[in-house]
């Protein structure tokens, strides 16, 4: 194993937190305020604290800011977020490169569990992470991959459609009026990766899970903006061997048939067709615990869309543990001559996104929040994304002195060239102080609930 690292290479980079800060600095500066300095010290927070990422936190264990200076950074500064996502994702480009295999746009969810009601987006929502229906926020997100690296590069926030209808539930959450239209994931998703396609972020083929591709109308209109995808489907998924025969049915009394009709031929659901085919066994990358090898097999298909077979054929890929386990299929409009290795490898490649939605938990408390607004999430997420790109780039520039340096090695750096502050008595005092006020002030709102709650039931305290 190759391992060159030494102490003298850690420090030459103990000041790349501050440099890579400043590149992005710009975008928090207004006409008449920088808060440059806030964004540093939310940074540190971020990649420093190892859970519970609250302002009140980052105040006492990181920055130098106290937490309402925090809070207003994230929640009520009017620095512009979306230029930075644009910036991250131009970055992006640029250090994930198609050197290390092609380049792809992946597109996944991630709920976020919340209760009450004063969050942005919060309802009752299949939420993935927790794996049942219950009260979460749920974020889009695009990352941008090749087969060694990945990094989220856009973000979105779901909002139900009973939010969008209730106006006063916007205004008190501040989404802005032209965001008060609801939109399926599925087009929001479609929006992220066409505005992604608009700023020229390279990019070969776009990656989906069930949820996008059991939708033939998002898969045409990707292939009419001419993008190729890999959208996982169900097993229950139908399609056509042949092509059938389509045409509109003869009169048989009554009004004539107006609408095309399949005349003749049958289709399948793909999960009755792997028996029949020729299975590969296909290495498809190094992984923590060895080799990720599967059996893999491809066949050309045709979709069905409106009841009728789509015009050209698709590739069907399918794909299983060694055991025969676990069986994914997926359809892709790659070119014909697409080798089976190649499509192996693209249909895995998913595992990049949850890879980078768990360590931007893990590492940035991506869901380690608490804003209630519109632009309290959209700035926290935006500060998610930027540190996790800062830590690709450290990953990226140590990777050449050791082959197998991760994310997490990078913060470990970070806690040496970054120490968390050393808190004194006077410190311990304050915050303890603070501690109980929290909970002075909780204590009273639960008294003052549970009042209301007797009064409707004709008690009183």
């Given at each position: ?28 500066r ?18 420093l ?22 809070d ?8 512009k977020d ?12 640029q ?11 992946i597109?996944?969810?991630s ?11 919060v ?51 501040g ?23 608009k ?25 009419g903006?001419?993008i ?13 061997l ?77 794909r ?10 997926s ?15 693209w ?16 590492l ?64 311990a ?30 008690f009183?305290?």
């Open positions: 194993m190759k391992y060159e690292l030494r102490a003298e290479d850690i420090a030459q980079h103990a000041q790349d937190l501050k440099v890579f800060h400043e590149r992005f600095s710009s975008f928090f207004t006409s008449t305020r920088d808060v440059s300095p806030h964004a540093l010290e939310y940074l540190k927070g971020q990649l604290c190892e859970s519970r990422r609250n302002m009140s936190k980052i105040s006492v264990e990181v920055s130098t800011m106290n937490n309402q200076a925090l207003h950074f994230t929640s009520v500064s009017p620095w979306r230029p930075l996502i644009e910036a991250i994702a131009e970055r992006a480009s250090r994930i490169s198609s050197d290390a295999g092609t380049r792809a746009l597109l996944d969810e709920g976020n569990g919340k209760k009450g009601k004063r969050s942005v987006g309802s009752r929502q299949y939420c993935g992470s927790l794996g049942k229906v219950d009260s979460c926020q749920i974020g889009m997100y695009l990352a941008l991959s090749n087969s060694r690296d990945v990094t989220l590069i856009d973000r979105r926030l779901f909002l139900p459609r009973q939010w969008v209808k209730d106006t006063k539930r916007c205004d008190r959450a989404i802005p009026k032209e965001e008060r239209i609801y939109r399926t994931k599925a087009q929001i998703g479609l929006e992220m990766i066409l505005d992604t396609k700023r020229d972020v390279g990019f070969e083929f776009v990656g989906m899970d069930e949820h996008y591709g059991e939708q033939p109308w998002l898969l045409s209109r990707l292939e903006e001419g190729v995808y890999v959208g996982d489907v169900p097993r229950t998924t139908g399609v056509y042949e092509y059938p025969e389509i045409g509109i049915p003869a009169k048989r009394g009554g009004r004539p048939a107006r609408k095309l009709r399949v005349l003749s031929g049958e289709s399948h659901e793909v999960q009755t067709l792997p028996s029949s085919l020729d299975w590969h066994i296909l290495r498809i990358r190094s992984t923590q615990r060895g080799e990720l090898i599967i059996r893999f097999t491809a066949m050309r298909v045709w979709r069905i869309e409106d009841d009728l077979p789509f015009l050209h054929p698709v590739w069907l890929l399918v299983q543990e060694l055991d025969g386990s676990d069986t994914k299929y359809f892709s409009n790659a070119p014909v001559c697409t080798p089976l290795q190649v499509l192996a490898e249909q895995s490649r998913r595992y990049w996104v949850e890879r980078a939605l768990e360590d931007a938990k893990e940035a408390g991506l869901d380690e929040y608490q804003v209630l607004g519109w632009r309290g999430w959209h700035h926290h997420t935006s500060m998610v994304l930027l540190a996790m790109l800062f830590l690709l780039e450290l990953k990226q520039d140590l990777r050449s002195k050791a082959p197998m340096f991760s994310l997490q090695d990078a913060v470990e750096i970070l806690k040496v060239a970054m120490p968390k502050k050393q808190l004194s008595y006077e410190d005092v304050d915050l303890i102080r603070e501690h109980h006020l929290n909970r002075f002030s909780s204590r009273n709102s639960r008294l003052r609930k549970q009042k209301d709650e007797l009064k409707c039931c004709g009183q305290m």
